[in-house]
């Protein structure tokens, strides 16, 4: 078992988006020129894109997220729907695929069935204030179709989960020094 935690910070500086990214402990940081980059943070965006892919939708109760009540939908993302997922969360380009190589992605996705998701909006303001994905036949199905299983490597659980804060102010959020001075990471190209 092997749980990972991320903070991540992101600003513009003029027309750059900076992003900062803590894993086990380490700040990375990298720049990505223009702002379209932005649009991987829209989560008005991301919920719509969200909502369209969940079936079986509804909500199971009301819980506290981070202070904020929020009500709690279960429902889960088929595979037919999970190719426009990653193309609107941008995670496809993240990957090295562009339009060129989507059936290679179509295949590298294929079997992975549905995926349940969990998700808490806040009552007020109608924000999404949590995800929770359980990514464990996803990850079994990408391994198997990258042919990684056949050499002993197994998944077991793959859960990611995320908890959305800062929406009221956000110039309240202080980036940490640590985060500003850390080494800038190259985006390949």
Do not use: C, H
């Amino acid at each position: 078992t092997q749980e990972m935690e991320s903070t991540v910070y992101a600003e513009a500086d003029g027309d750059d988006l900076i992003t900062y990214t803590q894993m086990e402990g380490d700040w990375y940081k990298m720049t990505q020129p223009g702002l379209e980059a932005l649009e991987e943070y829209d989560t008005t965006k991301a919920m719509g894109t969200y909502l369209e892919a969940i079936q079986n939708f509804k909500k199971t109760g009301t819980e506290d997220v981070a202070g904020v009540k929020a009500d709690k939908y279960e429902g889960v993302i088929t595979e037919d729907y999970f190719q426009t997922v990653l193309e609107e969360s941008g995670l496809d380009e993240q990957f090295g695929f562009d339009g060129e190589d989507s059936a290679t992605l179509k295949e590298l996705f294929e079997g992975i069935g549905e995926m349940p998701i969990t998700i808490w909006i806040d009552g007020e303001k109608l924000l999404p204030v949590k995800y929770y994905f359980d990514m464990t036949n996803m990850m079994s199905a990408l391994m198997k179709n990258m042919g990684t299983d056949e050499e002993g490597l197994a998944i077991d659980k793959v859960i990611l989960s995320m908890v959305l804060t800062g929406f009221d102010n956000v110039d309240a959020i202080d980036i940490p020094q640590e985060a500003r001075e850390a080494e800038e990471l190259e985006l390949e190209e």
